[in-house]
């Protein structure tokens, strides 16, 4: 139960707080614009404990439950403590106290759902009681909703060795089984949630992890995009629906993805049809299946069949979507290690799914089972991976590990973790999830009215992104086990750093914040990382590296088995049951020497490698990337490797091959290294078959008196395109549903202080909030315009390509000339701008207003 002052005071005080302020379910001043006539009413029968000033009360209240901030007013409400209070308060709100409350339960359902929160159902005491409380809440229809999604959402968190849809005796497991095998395990385990997985990007891992759980070949992806399936969004109550949808396609195996899509339009239509009162996503599934199978009974591939087709790619007479350079990289002996070394848009990622594509084919045909399975596929950037995803798909292919480095080291350990303790669930903080937290503490700090401008916010995202890269940075250098483990002065350091920072530090002035604010918003970031048991980003590659040593170690220990300490048998499991693996690692240069290790602990005995890469997208030096990798480390390990390049370029026009290597023929440490064994840097030969809308000229450079002037060319020339598209799609018959996924515009930017002014200037002028999307939010969803930092659109490509804000200020590198790093820091920039550049396939604009940074001019712009 909450204490009663607290309560009293949510409901005492709703006036303290900007309703405007309401961001998220779970936003803490939501809560109090929802429960305002409630506490009116209340107030009115004088049933309140006296909370003259609601600030100091709840300051009072919580206060010794808070850890000791010894530089923290209390009376600052607004200062960070609210974080916790705001942490504890929502924890406190279980159905329990609903019950108590009933004209809150019946406001909360009647005023809409979005204070239903999974959080309260993460607290309670066992997944039956969430469902009975739900069932007392009738009415409440996204709670109904929520309740599958709450269930599968559990698989996401199984420990990862749960063998892939298979119960004890080794049958394959029914959807519904699963389902209820994850019931069974939630009620052991009293799961609970943080309220992050409400965000679709959770919703894309449950309906992963449930595809993992049963062997298939569905493209999750591909099914939630059909926005003409559920074209309100997947978390609205057809969520129910859909992981139902989803389930039952699990289980029928359709082959393809385009098979699957086309199954679940017609299941769908018929499902809706019978009227089918769905219970559970038990009944759902059963149902599901049964409908599945009376509409394509055909769909269901044999091994031989599958492997057929697979093999078909790579016969000399077939349409092949890989020219002979890809062709023979794909095609190379599974047991020969491989590095395939090439510049942007030269098709490395999809020869790394040829490759998927042969092997599998191979395997199949010596009558392997599961052989997805058979391979690791790594990527550095969660785009990248999705960029991947879509390659393997097209192919009709789909890898239940296919993931970032930093997710595959996360199940590395979680499987040692539920080897030796069932119980422990790891949680992970990861960079975006970091930087989120980081901005809702500072805006806390600031005060919410002054946060939300919108140069509040961009102020605030600005600091909070130096903050957590500089935390990151600090992390690698130190190898900082845990977040427990750091110093004040540390973090004040780190703190003045970014005080000192042009960028970020300018920022700080606006919000009239100092290096000590951002002190403390770090140290409350790692305390909340503390207090609830995660683990934060940068811890994952050393644990799993420890892992992994372990594990070899104890292979090379005579005897083994029982004799061997607990810890050191699970690290030998966990070792061996990657052994033997294929594993595709993309994007190589940016590969740290620890993720090398990683890599090679897990290759060595096997050999089965393949690498693709290209140096002059080297853009993590400041995660330790190391280009020796590519240059000697690999060939010292894996003697006898075959090297291959590709030459030619399918994504950009000629004008953007040119305007990019132009630019980055300035690089001369690569050049160096070229003549170490990396190949020479060459012209790409432009293989893009001109399309639609072919824009002449491919490369513009406009310059802007000012920021706003630059914002609104931008804004007016994507209204230009949008409609050029749909005047195309219009005369060409390509459906609505295609238009989104067919069509793509990427607003790039150094930094996302100016993605923020620029998506400020889209919202209110230009009304384009509905065709717009951050890169890091909303990736269930097509929208037409992207706005994304340089560093995560790498592996993304878009047809019209907006590298905004080329200034000096935004681009230079804070260093002096004569010192150390200087040149190293200019290359490494200079290979940012390149990677934006190369993002294009049909137009490319760079802007700037005020100064141009170097990169401008280089790449052909004029001063
Ligand atoms: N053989 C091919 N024929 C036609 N198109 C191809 C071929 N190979 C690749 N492509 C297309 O070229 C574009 C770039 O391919 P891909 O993303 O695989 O390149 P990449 O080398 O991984 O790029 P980057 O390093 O910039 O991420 C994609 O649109 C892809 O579909």
């Not at 949510?10 to 779970?26: C, F, I, K, N």
């Not at 019950?99 to 339960?105: I, K, R, S, V």
């Not at 080291?409 to 903080?429: E, G, P, S």
């Not at 000697?632 to 040119?658: C, I, K, W």
Request: hydrophobic content about 40%; aromatic content about 8%; some cysteine.
């Amino acid at each position: 139960m909450p204490s009663d002052s607290a309560v009293a005071l949510l409901l005492a005080r709703p006036g303290d707080v900007d309703p405007s302020e309401l961001h998220s379910p779970t936003d803490f001043t939501g809560l109090l614009e929802y429960l305002a006539p409630i506490t009116q009413a209340a107030a009115a029968e004088d049933q309140l404990p006296g909370a003259d000033d609601g600030r100091r009360a709840i300051c009072a209240v919580n206060w010794q439950e808070l850890p000791s901030q010894p530089d923290l007013e209390p009376a600052n409400i607004y200062g960070a403590p609210v974080e916790m209070v705001k942490a504890r308060v929502l924890q406190d709100l279980e159905y329990r106290w609903l019950e108590n409350y009933p004209g809150l339960a019946a406001g909360l359902t009647a005023k809409g759902q979005r204070l239903v929160d999974p959080m309260m159902l993460g607290s309670m005491a066992s997944f039956e009681s969430a469902v009975a409380k739900a069932a007392a809440l009738r009415g409440s229809s996204v709670l109904a909703s929520w309740l599958p999604l709450q269930v599968l959402m559990s698989v996401a968190q199984l420990p990862e060795h749960f063998a892939p849809g298979l119960d004890e005796s080794g049958q394959i497991l029914k959807a519904g089984q699963i389902v209820r095998a994850i019931q069974k395990r939630l009620q052991a385990r009293h799961a609970t949630y943080n309220h992050w997985w409400t965000r679709h990007l959770e919703v894309l891992q449950v309906l992963e992890a449930v595809l993992w759980l049963v062997p298939s070949h569905v493209d999750p992806h591909s099914l939630l995009r059909s926005k003409r399936l559920f074209p309100g969004g997947i978390l609205d109550s057809n969520c129910h629906l859909f992981v139902s949808v989803v389930t039952g396609v699990v289980e029928y195996q359709a082959y393809h993805p385009a098979e699957a899509l086309n199954l679940v339009h017609a299941v769908y239509a018929d499902y809706k049809n019978a009227g089918a009162e769905v219970k559970d996503a038990a009944t759902a599934g059963e149902l599901l299946a049964r409908l599945a199978q009376r509409h394509h009974p055909q769909a269901r591939a044999t091994q031989a069949e599958r492997a057929k087709r697979l093999r078909d790619w790579f016969r000399p007479d077939h349409s092949l979507p890989f020219d002979e350079e890809q062709h023979d990289a794909a095609t190379l002996p599974m047991d020969k290690p491989a590095l395939v070394i090439a510049n942007a848009g030269a098709g490395k990622s999809t020869m790394l799914a040829g490759r998927v594509a042969h092997l599998m084919g191979e395997l199949m045909a010596q009558g392997q089972p599961h052989t997805e399975e058979w391979f690791v596929a790594t990527t550095f950037s969660r785009a990248a991976r999705d960029s991947l995803r879509g390659k393997l798909a097209q192919l009709g292919l789909y890898l239940p590990y296919l993931s970032t480095l930093d997710s595959f080291c996360l199940r590395l350990a979680r499987q040692y973790t539920h080897l030796l303790n069932k119980d422990r669930h790891i949680q992970v903080v990861d960079e975006q999830e970091l930087r989120a937290r980081m901005c809702t503490i500072l805006a806390d700090i600031v005060g919410c009215r002054a946060a939300q401008t919108n140069d509040g916010e961009a102020n605030i995202a600005s600091v909070a992104e130096a903050g957590v890269r500089r935390l990151m940075k600090h992390a690698g250098d130190h190898s900082a086990s845990l977040a427990h483990g750091w110093s004040d002065a540390e973090l004040g350091e780190l703190a003045a750093g970014i005080a000192q920072d042009s960028e970020a530090g300018g920022s700080l002035r606006s919000l009239q914040l100092s290096a000590a604010h951002v002190g403390y918003g770090l140290r409350v970031l790692l305390a909340a990382i503390k207090e609830r048991e995660e683990l934060a980003v940068w811890e994952l590659l050393d644990y799993a590296l420890t892992i992994l040593r372990r594990g070899a170690a104890a292979q090379k220990q005579e005897p083994r088995g029982e004799a061997l300490p607990a810890e050191d048998r699970a690290a030998l499991t966990v070792l061996e049951s990657w052994e033997g693996k294929c594993f595709l690692v993309d994007e190589a240069q940016d590969m740290s020497r620890k993720q090398w290790e990683l890599v090679c602990l897990l290759t060595e005995r096997f050999q089965r490698l393949t690498m693709v890469g290209d140096p002059d997208q080297n853009i993590f030096g400041w995660r330790d990337a190391c280009m020796e990798i590519m240059v000697h480390l690999f060939d010292e390990e894996y003697g006898g490797a075959a090297h291959m390049t590709l030459t030619r370029n399918y994504r950009s026009p000629q004008a953007v091959l040119d305007a990019s290597f132009a630019l980055i023929s300035h690089n001369q440490e690569i050049e160096h290294k070229q003549g170490q064994g990396l190949g020479a840097r060459k012209p790409m030969i432009c293989m893009r078959r001109p399309g639609f809308g072919n824009p002449n000229p491919a490369v513009v450079f406009e310059r802007f008196r000012s920021v706003l002037d630059e914002q609104r060319f931008i804004c007016a020339r994507i209204l230009a395109h949008k409609h050029e598209w749909q005047v195309h799609c219009n005369r060409t018959g390509i459906d609505e549903a295609q238009r989104a996924s067919r069509y793509k515009i990427a607003v790039l930017a150094r930094n996302n202080k100016q993605l923020q002014s620029m998506a400020y200037v889209m919202r209110t002028e230009y009304r384009l909030s509905q065709d717009m999307a951050f890169s890091t939010e909303d990736e269930h969803e097509e929208r037409l315009v992207t706005l994304s930092t340089v560093h995560a659109a790498k592996g993304t490509e878009a047809d019209i390509v907006f590298l905004m804000g080329m200034t000096e200020s935004a681009w230079s590198v804070r260093l002096r000339p004569d010192e150390p790093c200087y040149e190293q820091c200019m290359e490494e920039a200079r290979r940012l701008a390149y990677v934006g550049i190369t993002r294009t396939k049909r137009q490319l604009y760079c802007t700037y207003s005020e100064r141009p940074c170097r990169f401008w001019v280089e790449a052909g712009g004029r001063r």
